[in-house]
C-alpha cells in the first residue's frame, strides 16, 4: 500500500489514495490502529483516506489512532488540499472536500508548484447541546459548570461537526493531560466522547491551547479544536473576531465572520516522506 506522511502544525496523519488502495470499510479501523503505531507501525495520530466524490472534488475519509471515525479535521483537510494539488490530481487552487456528508471549500496557496498553506471555510460553529452532543439543560453551553476528578471546571460546548469542550485556564504548561484528558473524553456528560482544549487567553489576539484528541491522546495541534477554542473565547467575551492560536506544533489564524457566521481557518500544510507498505501483515 503506497501511503504519504504528511502534518499541519506537526498533528500528523497518514494520507492514502482510497481510489487506488482498496481496504474493506471493515478492516479499516484494524489497519488503521496498526498502522498509526509509533513503534510497529508508519506512525501517525490517525489515517486519512482521499476518495473521489460525486458531490464534491473529493471526499476525505478520517480516522483517529484507535480505528474510530472522525466527522471533521481541521489540520488533515488542509493536508488534503496539498496532497490533490501536489500530485496533480487537480489543478484548481479552489476546492471542495466533502467529510461525513458536509462539504468544505479550500483556497490553496502555492509557491513553485507546490501547496504551502491553505485557508478552510468551515463553516457554522454548532452551539446548541443535543447538536455537539453534550447533556445539559436546553441551548447553548457557555461557561457551564462540569467536575473531573473532584475538581470543578468551566467548559463552553461548540461542534464543529465534531464534538469540542473548550476550558479556559490561566496556565496551562504544566497541566496532566495524560491523567485528565481521558476524564474529560470519556465524561458521562459525552455521550460520542469529545475531544478537549484548555485555552490560557495571552490577548484579545492571542490564544495559547493545548488539546486532548478523542481517539488519540494529546496531539501537537487540533485545527477544530482552534476553531472551537476562538468561538468559545468570542462567545465568552475575551477575544475579538480575528485569533492566532498557538499550538505545541505551530499556529493557525482563525477567523468567526459574525456577520456571515462562518468560521476560516488557515494553516500550514506540509509532505513529510513518501513510501510503500506490506498489508499482508495485518492479513489483508
Ligand atoms: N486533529 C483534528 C481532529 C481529528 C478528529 C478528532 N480527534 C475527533 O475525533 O473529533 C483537527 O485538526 O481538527
Not at 508548484?113 to 453534550?134: C, T
Request: aromatic share 8%; charged share 25%; hydrophobic share 35%.
Amino acid at each position: 500500500m503506497k501511503f504519504t506522511k504528511m502534518h499541519g502544525c506537526g498533528n500528523d496523519y497518514i494520507y492514502v489514495d482510497g481510489s487506488k488502495e482498496n481496504i474493506p470499510k471493515n478492516r479499516k479501523p484494524e489497519v488503521v490502529r496498526q498502522l498509526s503505531d509509533r513503534h510497529f507501525g508508519i506512525g501517525g495520530d490517525g489515517v486519512i483516506f482521499i476518495n473521489p466524490s460525486k458531490e464534491a472534488d473529493f471526499e476525505m475519509e478520517m480516522y483517529n489512532m484507535d480505528g474510530s471515525r472522525a466527522e471533521m479535521c481541521g489540520n488533515g483537510i488542509r493536508c488534503v488540499g496539498k496532497y490533490v494539488y501536489d500530485k496533480g490530481l487537480t489543478d484548481k487552487t479552489q476546492i471542495s472536500v466533502i467529510s461525513c456528508g458536509k462539504i468544505k471549500y479550500l483556497t490553496l496557496f502555492t509557491e513553485n508548484e507546490k501547496v504551502l498553506a491553505v485557508k478552510v471555510n468551515m463553516g457554522s460553529p454548532l452551539l446548541k447541546a443535543e447538536e455537539i452532543p453534550v447533556v445539559a439543560g436546553s441551548g447553548e453551553v457557555i461557561g457551564e459548570r462540569i467536575e473531573v476528578d473532584d475538581k470543578e471546571y468551566q467548559m463552553t460546548c461548540v461542534s464543529m461537526g465534531n464534538p469540542h469542550a473548550v476550558i479556559f485556564m490561566d496556565e496551562i504548561a504544566q497541566l496532566p493531560l495524560e491523567k485528565i484528558g481521558p476524564l474529560f473524553e470519556n465524561h458521562v456528560r459525552f455521550p460520542k466522547r469529545t475531544n478537549t482544549e484548555f485555552v490560557k487567553v495571552l490577548d484579545r489576539e492571542n490564544i495559547q491551547m493545548r488539546v486532548w484528541e478523542r481517539g488519540t491522546g494529546e496531539t501537537l495541534a487540533c485545527g477544530t479544536g482552534a476553531c472551537a477554542a476562538v468561538a468559545a473565547c468570542i462567545l465568552n467575551g475575551l477575544t475579538q473576531e480575528q485569533v492566532t492560536v498557538k499550538l505545541l506544533g505551530g499556529s493557525l489564524q482563525i477567523q468567526w465572520d459574525r456577520k456571515e457566521n462562518l468560521i476560516y481557518m488557515t494553516g500550514p500544510a506540509v509532505t513529510v516522506f513518501e513510501g510503500e507498505t506490506d498489508l499482508t501483515i495485518s492479513g489483508l
